[in-house]
C-alpha cells in the first residue's frame, strides 16, 4: 500500500513539475495594441457593426426579402433600408443639414441590389465623415430629433450605433425564423 501511495505521490510531484516548467517556459504576452483616438475608435466600431449588417444584407435570399415575422413589422428588405436611412438622418443633422424620409427612399431601392448599395453606401459614408471630422468634430453639437435637446456629435454616433445593433438583432431573427444561420454565427473558415 505503501508502494502505491509512493507512487501515486511521486507522479503527482511530476505533474506539478512538468506544469510548472511549461509554465515558465511560455512567451510572456504582447503588451496592448497603442490606444487610438476617438474618432478612431469609433470609427472601428462603425465599421464592426456596418461590416455585420452588410454581410446579411448580401447573404439574406433575396426572395425572402419581403419577409416579416410578424405582420405589424418591417420586412427585411425595409429593416435595411430603415438602418441606412437613419444613419443618414444622424450624418445629416451632424452636418448641419436635414435629410430624405424612409418612403423616398424605399421608392428609389426596390431591388436587393439596390438595397445592398445602399447599405453600403450609408457606412462608407458614415466612416468617412467620422475621419473627416477627426477628433474636434465629436465635441461639435446638434439638435437631437428625439427630446430638442443639444448633443454632442459622438452622442449622436453612438446612438445610431446602439440603433443599428438593436435592428442587427431582429434581423438574426429573420433568419432563424427562416431556418437560416446568420452570416454572424457561422463557423469561422
Known amino acids: 500500500m505503501r508502494k502505491i501511495f509512493s507512487a501515486f505521490l511521486l507522479s503527482g510531484l511530476l505533474a506539478l513539475l512538468v506544469t510548472f516548467v511549461s509554465a515558465q517556459e ?30 446579411m444584407a448580401e447573404d439574406f435570399p433575396e426572395d425572402k426579402y419581403s419577409f416579416k415575422a410578424q405582420k405589424d413589422e418591417r420586412t427585411f428588405g425595409e429593416n435595411l433600408i ?17 435629410g430624405g424620409s424612409e418612403d423616398s ?4 431601392n426596390p431591388t436587393k441590389a439596390d438595397i445592398v448599395k445602399f447599405v453600403k453606401q450609408a457606412c462608407a459614408d458614415g466612416a468617412e465623415l467620422i475621419k473627416t471630422q477627426g477628433d474636434n468634430g465629436l465635441s461639435n453639437e446638434f439638435v437631437f430629433p428625439f427630446g430638442n435637446m443639444l448633443v454632442h456629435n459622438s452622442y449622436g454616433w453612438w446612438f445610431v ?13 429573420y433568419y432563424r425564423v427562416n431556418g437560416l444561420v446568420p452570416p454572424e454565427s457561422r463557423p469561422k473558415k
Do not use: C, D
Open 26 to 55: 511560455k512567451k510572456p504576452a504582447e503588451p496592448p495594441k497603442p490606444i487610438q483616438s476617438p474618432s478612431q475608435e469609433l470609427v472601428g466600431a462603425w465599421n464592426f457593426i456596418g461590416s455585420k449588417v452588410i454581410a
Open 82 to 98: 430603415h438602418i441606412a436611412s437613419v444613419q443618414y438622418m444622424f450624418m445629416n443633422l451632424i452636418k448641419g443639414r436635414t
Open 105 to 108: 427612399v424605399l421608392k428609389k
Open 161 to 173: 450605433l446602439e440603433h443599428t445593433g438593436e435592428h442587427f438583432g431582429q434581423l438574426v431573427v
